[in-house]
């Protein structure tokens, strides 16, 4: 089974779990939410489309899940982890990234995040929720150039409230939809492509601002 296989099919390998494990499945979902957001070696969890997933398991008839408790229990697994990555970042910085080749703790990774977050400073922190990859890195790169934390929790919590919520409820209300259920690939490539969205609207809106000056000046 490939990683990209099991991320396509989500659904139901969240059955089968939930099935077998009940309720002890609350506990799995804490854990892949925090580290994906909290590791910098674990970017590659599900994030958006694994919500989404869960959203649509609660919403079935007889879920061993509920949406009451997924709500506040994978917001907090999100603050936690970006926390505890802000902290990583902070204390340890970038000398864990000593390989330039490394799969996981590619510095490349680390060069995009900076880059985000030079370009769109603090409300990088909500925006990179819905980016793959730099929503890992983003909290770690806050954490090296040392943003003052009490703004860095400020939007830590906006931005995990927002992206845990309306995913969950997103999937909750979509994805028992028989449409849905039968193009579940296509849902979870479509999710990943409007995650992006974001991203490509600030930068539309930066280059635009950019524009705008140098015409003035010239």
């Given at each position: 089974m490939?990683?990209?296989?099991?991320?396509?099919?989500l659904?139901?390998?969240l059955?089968?779990?939930?099935a077998?494990?009940g309720?002890?499945?609350?506990?799995?979902l804490?854990a892949?939410?925090?580290?994906?957001t909290?590791l910098?070696?674990?970017?590659?969890?599900?994030g958006?489309?694994?919500?989404f997933?869960?959203?649509?398991?609660?919403?079935?008839?007889?879920?061993?899940l509920?949406?009451p408790?997924l709500i506040?229990l994978?917001?907090?697994?999100?603050?936690?982890?970006?926390?505890?990555?802000?902290a990583?970042?902070?204390?340890?910085?970038?000398?864990?990234f000593s390989k330039?080749?490394?799969?996981?703790?590619?510095?490349?990774?680390?060069?995009?995040a900076?880059?985000?977050y030079?370009t769109?400073?603090?409300?990088?922190?909500?925006?990179?929720r819905?980016i793959?990859?730099v929503?890992?890195?983003?909290?770690?790169?806050?954490?090296?150039g040392?943003?003052?934390?009490?703004?860095?929790?400020?939007?830590?919590?906006?931005?995990?409230v927002?992206?845990?919520?309306?995913?969950?409820?997103l999937?909750?209300t979509?994805?028992?939809?028989?449409?849905?259920k039968?193009n579940?690939?296509?849902?979870?490539?479509?999710?990943i492509?409007?995650?992006?969205?974001p991203?490509?609207?600030?930068?539309?809106?930066?280059?635009r601002?950019k524009?705008?000056v140098?015409?003035?000046e010239?």
């Open positions: 490939t990683i990209i296989n099991w991320f396509l099919h659904d139901t390998h059955h089968d779990l939930a077998g494990m309720p002890w499945l609350y506990v799995i804490f892949v939410i925090f580290c994906e909290g910098v070696i674990t970017p590659f969890l599900p958006d489309s694994l919500l997933a869960v959203g649509a398991l609660a919403a079935g008839e007889g879920s061993v509920s949406l408790v506040p994978l917001i907090v697994a999100a603050i936690a982890g970006d926390a505890v990555n802000y990583i970042g902070r204390f340890v910085g970038p000398r864990i330039e080749t490394s799969w996981l703790l590619n510095r490349k990774h680390l060069d995009r900076q880059a985000f030079d769109y400073g603090a409300k990088t922190i909500v925006l990179a819905f793959p990859i929503r890992t890195f983003a909290p770690f790169v806050a954490g090296i040392k943003m003052e934390y009490y703004r860095f929790w400020f939007y830590n919590c906006i931005g995990a927002i992206w845990v919520a309306g995913f969950l409820l999937g909750y979509f994805g028992g939809f028989e449409l849905v039968k579940h690939s296509m849902v979870v490539l479509g999710i492509g409007i995650s992006v969205l991203m490509i609207y600030e930068f539309w809106k930066s280059h601002e524009s705008i140098a015409s003035s010239s």
